[in-house]
């Protein structure tokens, strides 16, 4: 066995990512935060919670449940990662509500912005919540009571509900179970009046004072919230499905059923109460959650849609539109002159719509082709997508129906896409498509012509301004080919075996990546000067991270940027005392994948929409591609500078898995998304355009500027 193989030089994943969630869990309680940016952070570590057991730990589950016992990369069998996950995630909850209860919601009622319980209700108050309740909630409520003739019912996964003991009578001391589901169609905290602020009840709280409209013949013994969280880790059989669409609304709908993974319930909770619900719902006292305070804090971030304190968040950003856009008279005309790099969401995401919204009424636009992975509720893409169609344009869209917890939309949108005219495939069987590409096809006086929008991030115009992304657009001619190339692989069974320029997982990308790394060590054992930057969203893949050690135990130097997992132990003395690794969690997610090497001097750049992960290596279709514009080379190398250069928002990695800020004593603050920010402003493209013409337009009218000398 070779010596970077050790489970000794890896990082369990699981772990790894739940020190991620750790890293977005110290910007809730990062008090240079704007208050509600904070709020925005304490609610995303919940919705991460969420999916973390539904996946991860959901698939752990399965495994024990085969009985499975193959160790992971880092040593450890499923059971000994499930132990080390609840111990962990233990820890994490108990500090999230910690920062809640004695930090945010503190603030919160600094601004008079207040949770009120029962007990702290005014008369007005209460006759108010009396009223709302029989109005808007009893109606909709739905008491369930278990005995022999009604079974334990489905508890559907991540909903709130209220378990309680009833007692028929006081001569008796048998217990009967009772369920009420908190209504998901109705909003999770009500605003009752005040006067010198925002007061808001729960609304668990409020059907909590009202039981006893619901049983009228029991004595309510104790009642308290609980919620669990069910395996959500969809197995579907591809091979074997006629209709990939229909599998996949029907596996979607197990889902909700799965075993449950994870139990939270109402600090101080019955121990009757609880025994049942342990027993009901096959759960062990390590997938328990006590939670002192709200259950499922997902509801802050519904908190800031609904009052709106704008002061309390950060000034929204204006992204900025590059003076290419600008000084043309149309897109094609921009982008044929040169290559465009954007970078999202400092660099406006509006070209990409505007390609695709200005090819879909172009009458020399004979066909447009483009993958789509998440797009937004309201797609601005599709909309033009589906006006191309009916244009009678050719519209091929490649729609990724397997996209996790994207699956129902996407399901709708292709559907749309499909009923207005365009070709529409529904993935690839046993594959994700997660390649980021978009190919228009014009007529122009010297022939065809194809432009291409290739990028890292989704067509997404919602997260294009909440996400770190890059993305290019060109007319080069070999990218131009190998779009075609990807498209007719995607649409049929042709292999793109001659590609000038993309490299294309699963077919050749693991190779571009492992030959580009063991060009580096080549060079580093030849005495010449290596170097490796690596900027991902996570960093798995066990044959990346050994070839990785190789590197720099040959003396490679290797910057890595992982923004979440990293199973990549370094420090390790001889196998990776070259390679640091830092993460930037802040205001913005990190989300651009840029793999630069310095290549014996002639410096290449690749972006990618592959994080090195054997799912983006193996089982996905993922691209690879080339940055040679100087400008743009220019660009992205000092954004991997900037990145590296940060002191605010980086922790580095430590040799035993946790993560640490740097030390700022004696550096400068540097916070390298306000300085992508503030370089974006800088620039000020739209003013520097309209300058630009307003003096074409004068001088095209026949003004003459003279110097102040010659004036007479």
């Known amino acids: 066995m070779s010596i970077y193989h050790s489970p000794e030089n890896f990082i369990n994943r699981e772990l790894s990512l739940i020190e991620f969630n750790q890293r977005v869990l110290e910007e809730a309680q990062d008090t240079s935060h704007p208050l509600f940016e ?14 973390f057991f539904m996946i991860r730990v959901g698939s752990l589950s399965d495994q024990i449940a085969a009985k499975f016992n193959k160790p992971d990369a880092a040593g450890l069998t499923p059971i000994e990662q499930m132990a080390k996950i609840s111990m962990r995630v233990h820890k994490l909850v108990y500090d999230q509500l910690n920062c809640y209860n004695r930090s945010l919601k503190i603030a919160l009622k600094k601004e008079n912005i207040l949770f009120l319980k029962s007990k702290e209700l005014n008369e007005k108050q209460c006759q108010y919540i009396k009223e709302y309740y029989l109005k808007n909630i009893y109606p909709v409520l739905t008491p369930m009571v278990v005995d022999q003739s009604r079974p334990f019912p489905l508890i559907l996964n991540r909903s709130l509900n209220i378990g309680l003991l009833l007692q028929e009578s006081k001569d008796t001391n048998e217990y009967t179970f009772a369920t009420i589901q908190v209504p998901s169609v109705l909003e999770r905290i009500i605003e009752v009046p005040y006067d010198n602020g925002k007061a808001f009840v729960f609304l668990e709280d409020i059907i909590k004072m009202n039981l006893n409209s619901l049983f009228t013949s029991h004595k309510i013994v104790a009642s308290s919230c609980y919620r669990i969280t069910r395996n959500a880790d969809l197995t579907l059989d591809e091979e074997g499905a006629e209709d990939l669409l229909e599998a996949i609304e029907e596996s979607l709908k197990q889902r909700k059923w799965g075993n449950a993974v994870r139990l939270e319930f109402e600090s101080g909770i019955d121990e009757r109460l609880l025994n049942i619900l342990e027993e009901e719902l096959e759960i062990s006292k390590d997938q328990e959650y006590e939670i002192n305070g709200p259950i499922d804090l997902t509801f802050l971030m519904k908190l800031i849609k609904k009052i709106g304190y704008k002061n309390l968040e950060y000034t929204p950003m204006k992204p ?20 465009i790099l954007l970078h999202h969401p400092y660099e406006s995401f509006d070209p990409i719509i505007d390609l695709v919204k200005q090819a879909a009424v172009d009458p020399n636009v004979l066909a447009i082709k483009q993958t789509l992975y998440r797009v937004s509720g309201n797609s601005p893409i599709i909309k033009a997508l589906i006006k191309a169609a009916e244009q009678g344009k050719q519209v091929t869209v490649l729609v990724e129906l397997k996209a996790r917890f994207d699956e129902e939309n996407n399901i709708l949108w292709a559907k749309r896409l499909e009923e207005s005219g365009c070709h529409v495939i529904y993935g690839l069987i046993g594959l994700k498509t997660h390649c980021k590409i978009l190919l228009v096809v014009r007529r122009e006086q010297t022939g065809i012509k194809r432009y291409v929008h290739l990028g890292t991030g989704n067509y997404n115009d919602v997260t294009a301004k909440l996400y770190t992304d890059l993305g290019l657009l060109t007319t080069n001619p070999y990218l131009g080919s190998d779009a075609s190339a990807i498209f007719n692989m995607l649409s049929g069974h042709s292999h793109p075996t001659d590609l000038y320029k993309l490299s294309l997982a699963p077919l050749n990308l693991r190779e571009r990546f492992l030959y580009m790394i063991s060009q580096e060590t080549k060079n580093a054992n030849m005495g010449k000067a290596a170097k490796i930057v690596a900027k991902m969203n996570s960093l798995v893949d066990t044959e990346i991270i050994e070839a990785l050690y190789k590197a720099s135990s040959a003396g490679v130097n290797i910057d890595l940027i992982v923004r979440g997992v990293c199973c990549l132990r370094p420090g390790i003395p001889g196998i990776s005392e070259n390679i640091s690794v830092r993460s930037i969690v802040g205001r913005l997610l990190e989300h651009s994948r840029i793999y630069y090497f310095y290549n014996d001097g002639n410096e290449t750049i690749y972006l990618s929409s592959a ?11 993922e691209l690879l591609f080339p940055v040679e514009d100087k400008a743009a080379l220019f660009k992205i190398k000092e954004i991997l500078d900037i990145s590296l250069s940060d002191t605010v928002k980086t922790r580095i990695l430590n040799t035993d898995g946790t993560y640490t800020r740097i030390n700022r004593r004696g550096k400068e603050n540097i916070d390298s998304q306000k300085i992508f920010y503030n370089i974006a402003m800088k620039n000020n493209y739209e003013e520097q355009a309209q300058l630009q013409y307003n003096k074409e337009y004068w001088i095209e009218n026949g003004f003459k500027p003279r110097l102040a000398h010659s004036i007479e």
């Not at 904070?38 to 999916?51: A, H, P, Q, T």
Request: charged share 35%.
């Open 320 to 339: 900025q539109l590059p003076y290419e856009f600008l000084k043309a008279k149309n897109i094609f005309e921009a982008i044929s002159q040169k290559d």
């Open 611 to 621: 994080d090195w992960m054997n799912r983006n290596l193996d089982r996905r279709v």
């Open 38 to 51: 904070r709020l925005k952070f304490e609610s995303i570590v919940s919705s991460n919670l969420d999916e």
